[in-house]
Structure formats: structure tokens, C-alpha cells
């Protein structure tokens, strides 16, 4: 991934087209900012993810990882904040990635 593929990352939502008019956050969502790997500094929607599901983090299909069509996992950041509510609400960082 090059310094142009960065840039067009940085501030989207994952899962959101490249092309979406309007790729950023929306308004009342909650998220997950990814730390590190080759998602760091997209944005992960959580709205509505029970507290549980996210301090076991989650495993993110792409085609930027190691290994192409399989997944980048992400765990919660260990003691970090859970702020609950609008905005991004912790930090997911990379440890791995699996086929």
C-alpha cells in the first residue's frame, strides 16, 4: 500500500465504498478506530454491538492484509477508554492477520 492508498483510507468507514459520495462518519453512529495494519485509520461502525462483542474485537475481511481475501484481526485496545454513546467510542488495534 502506497502514500496515495493511505490518504484515501484515512477517515472513511470500513465497509463503505471507495467511490460513496459521502464516506465518513454518520451522525449518531458509534466506532471503532483502527490502529495499525492495513485498515489503520478507518473507522469501524459498533453501533449497537453489545459490550461484549466488542472487548472480543473483530476480524475484518479485506484484500489489504497478509494474506489477499482474508481477514485483518483487531482487538480492543487493553485498559483503553469505552466511551458509550455518538462519535468513537475506543481504539481497535491489529494483532494479526489469517487467511
Known amino acids: ?3 496515495d492508498d493511505e490518504q484515501l483510507l484515512r477517515g472513511r468507514v470500513y465497509g463503505h465504498d ?3 459520495p459521502d464516506p465518513g ?8 478506530e483502527l490502529v495499525g495494519g492495513p485498515l489503520d485509520g478507518l473507522l469501524l461502525d459498533i453501533t449497537g454491538w453489545p459490550a461484549e462483542e466488542v472487548e472480543h474485537g ?3 475481511p479485506t484484500e489489504l492484509g497478509r494474506f489477499p ?6 482487538e480492543p485496545e487493553p485498559g483503553g477508554s ?18
Open 58 to 60: 473483530a476480524a475484518l
Open 82 to 99: 469505552r466511551t458509550p454513546g455518538p462519535g468513537v467510542s475506543c481504539r481497535f488495534h491489529h494483532c494479526g492477520d489469517t487467511p
Open 69 to 74: 481475501g482474508g481477514r485483518s484481526l483487531y
Open 1 to 3: 500500500m502506497d502514500r
Open 25 to 32: 462518519p454518520r451522525r449518531g453512529q458509534t466506532y471503532a
Open 18 to 20: 471507495h467511490d460513496d
